[in-house]
C-alpha cells in the first residue's frame, strides 16, 4: 500500500514536498516512479528512483526543479518540488513496481504494479 502525502497549495516559485510511505518489509527492492495527472490531461511520468535511490530519471520540464530521493529505513520516498509553476498543478501520484536491479527505472504508468490515491498540488500564479 502507498500513502501520498505533503499536496496543498503552493506558489509560483515556491516550494512543497512530497511524501509516498509504503506498508510492507521489501520496499527497498522496489523502484518508485512519480507521476501527474492535470484536469483534462492523462497521467504523465514525472521522475523516478531505482531500488536503492542511486539511479533517478527525470522528465525535462522538472528536471532542475525537482528532486525524487527515498529513505529505504523510513519505507518512504520523497519529491522536493522547487521553483514551482502554475503548469505544475495536477494531482501527484506514486507508484512502485518490483525491481530485479539496483539501477532499474521505469517511466511508463503500466509498468507499475501498485498505486497511491494521489495528492493535490495546485501552484497559483
Known amino acids: 500500500q502507498l500513502v501520498e502525502s505533503g499536496g496543498g497549495l503552493g506558489q509560483a516559485g515556491g516550494s512543497l514536498r512530497l511524501s509516498c510511505a509504503a506498508s510492507?518489509?521489501?520496499?527497498?527492492?522496489?523502484?518508485v516512479g512519480w507521476f501527474r495527472q492535470a484536469p483534462g490531461k492523462e497521467r504523465e511520468f514525472v521522475t523516478a528512483t531505482s531500488r536503492s535511490g542511486s539511479t533517478t530519471y527525470y522528465i525535462a520540464s522538472v528536471k532542475g526543479r525537482f528532486t525524487v530521493s527515498r529513505d529505504n529505513t523510513k519505507n518512504t520516498v520523497y519529491l522536493q518540488m522547487n521553483s514551482l509553476k502554475p503548469e505544475d498543478t495536477a494531482v501527484y501520484y506514486c507508484?512502485?513496481?518490483?525491481?530485479?536491479?539496483?539501477?532499474?527505472?521505469?517511466?511508463?504508468?503500466?509498468?507499475?504494479?501498485?498505486w497511491g490515491q494521489g495528492t493535490q498540488v495546485t501552484v497559483s500564479s
Open positions: 510492507g518489509h521489501t520496499f527497498s527492492t522496489y523502484g
Open positions: 507508484a512502485a513496481v518490483f525491481s530485479p536491479s539496483s539501477m532499474d527505472i521505469r517511466i511508463k504508468t503500466s509498468d507499475y504494479t501498485y
